[in-house]
């Protein structure tokens, strides 16, 4: 079974703190993904990455950047958190290039910054 | 541009009235549809992909439909146990990303 684990369930920060958000796969899956998730908006893409070091902006990267130092961990980084960062945070991670790939999620981290 | 709508939104049901949520999408070139359950507070749980029109599949009481515009997830007499909300998504054209709709909220009652 396809594994991917979050650091945290529950997060509380204050603004203008640092946040690092972590998440590992288990099946060697070239690509991963973060994304945020808000009543009313759906799921939307962050940052992916297709390759270790290797990532692309998503549909809202403001006030994120990740990294990607291992196959099978993607952090995303809020460099200096704001009250309208404060959501569900959830990672994916599928395998392959084909577009076809199912994309398979963690638990989700539900990030408040107060 | 490349779209993916759900509806209803919200959907309450009785304990083993059967229905159907649909997924209507506008992409380039599709390469599948994917459907997902997310439980509250939880991250979302792949049930199917389908990768071309008149392709069907079943899981339990769901079984999700694909035409070359929309796709329908028929929940047949279902059980409070199949309260969640059902996403839907596309992959986006010449990319390994997808994109998703808002959902539908379903509610079943005993």
């Known amino acids: 079974d396809v594994k991917v684990t979050q650091s945290s369930r529950y997060l509380v920060k204050r603004t203008g703190e640092k946040v690092f958000l972590e998440c590992v796969q288990d099946?060697?899956?070239?690509?991963m993904f973060w994304y945020r998730q808000d009543p009313g908006l759906g799921l939307r893409l962050i940052y992916f990455?297709?390759?270790?070091?290797?990532?692309e902006k998503g549909d809202i990267p403001e006030g994120y950047s990740v990294s990607r130092e291992k196959k099978e961990r993607f952090s995303l980084i809020l460099e200096s958190a704001s009250t309208n960062q404060t959501s569900m945070y959830l990672c994916?991670?599928?395998?392959?290039?084909?577009?076809?790939?199912?994309?398979?999620f963690g638990p989700g981290t539900r990030l408040l910054v107060l | 541009e490349d779209q993916v709508t759900q509806s209803p939104e919200a959907l309450r049901l009785q304990e083993g009235e059967s229905s159907s949520l649909n997924c209507s999408y506008t992409?380039?070139?599709?390469?599948?549809l994917f459907w997902y359950r997310q439980d509250p507070g939880k991250g979302p749980e792949f049930l199917f992909t389908?990768?071309?029109a008149g392709e069907e599949k079943e899981k339990e009481r769901l079984k999700a439909t694909l035409t070359k515009k929309e796709s329908f997830l028929h929940i047949t007499a279902p059980k409070p146990e199949d309260s969640a909300t059902y996403l839907c998504?596309?992959?986006?054209?010449?990319?390994?990303?997808?994109?998703f709709g808002t959902g539908t909220r379903l509610q079943v009652f005993p």
């Open positions: 994916a991670s599928s395998y392959g290039t084909t577009g076809q790939e199912t994309q398979y």
């Open positions: 099946m060697d899956h070239e690509n």
């Open positions: 990455s297709y390759d270790v070091k290797m990532k």
């Open positions: 992409v380039s070139g599709l390469r599948g």
């Open positions: 389908l990768y071309s």
């Open positions: 998504a596309v992959p986006i054209y010449n990319t390994d990303k997808l994109i």
